[in-house]
Structure formats: C-alpha cells, structure tokens
Nanobody, 127 residues
Framework: QVQLVESGGGLVQAGGSLRLSCAAS????????MGWFRQAPGKEREFVARISRSGGTTYYADSVKGRFTISRDNAKNTVYLQMNSLKSEDTAVYYC????????????????????WGQGTQVTVSS
C-alpha cells in the first residue's frame, strides 16, 4: 500500500509562486509514475502534470505549461510541483497520485489510471 501526503498549499497573490510536496510511504516509490491533479469547486478533477518513474519524462496540461514544473526525488520518496506565475484560475485542491501501471496512450490524464491518492492540499490564488 502506498500512502501519499501533500503539503505546501496556501494562499498566494496572482503572479506569485508555491511549491507543493507529496511524500510517499514505502520502498516502491520509484516503481510508480506520479501525477498531480486539481479540482476546483463545482468542477471535475483535472490533470495537471505527470512524471515518469525515473523522472526522465514529464507531461503537462496545456493550461500550466511554462508555469508549472513537476519533479521527483526518489531518494526522499517525494514528488514536487513548482507553481510559478499563479493565476486565480489555478485555485483548487491539488492532489498527488501514484500510478503503478503502464499508462497506454493518454490514459495518464485520467484519474482512474492512478491507484493511490493523497488527501489534497488547498491552493488559493487571489487576484
């Protein structure tokens, strides 16, 4: 079983930055691709970013490309989401997720692809 705990959320002004962290339990962290999703009030959970097991491959939603960076430190069992140039529309609960399977095609964008989820951390961007 993989347990994920997000941290780093908070309130920030538009144009500011935040770095989210997701700490994972277990010794199999490096066997999981990791993703970040977010969910705003009244909306469905949406894909934000994904990073491969080794960290060599990343994917981003178009809405965050050039502003957000996903990274991981397998030695620390931690994945990060650096968020720069934040906008009010980035306001959401951000979730970390782990994927122990091989993603086919664009399935990495879909929540059902991920087996484990954190509790979420609130990010609020004021304009």
């Amino acid at each position: 079983q993989v347990q994920l705990v997000e941290s780093g959320g908070g309130l920030v002004q538009a144009g500011g930055s935040l770095r989210l962290s997701c700490a994972a339990s277990g010794r199999t962290f490096s066997s999981h691709a990791m993703g970040w999703f977010r969910q705003a009030p009244g909306k469905e959970r949406e894909f934000v970013a994904r990073i491969s097991r080794s960290g060599g491959t990343t994917y981003y939603a178009d809405s965050v490309k050039g502003r957000f960076t996903i990274s991981r430190d397998n030695a620390k069992n931690t994945v990060y989401l650096q968020m720069n140039s934040l906008k009010s529309e980035d306001t959401a609960v951000y979730y970390c997720a782990a994927d122990p399977r091989i993603a086919i095609g664009s399935t990495y964008r879909n929540p059902p692809q991920y087996a484990y989820w954190g509790q979420g951390t609130q990010v609020t961007v004021s304009s």
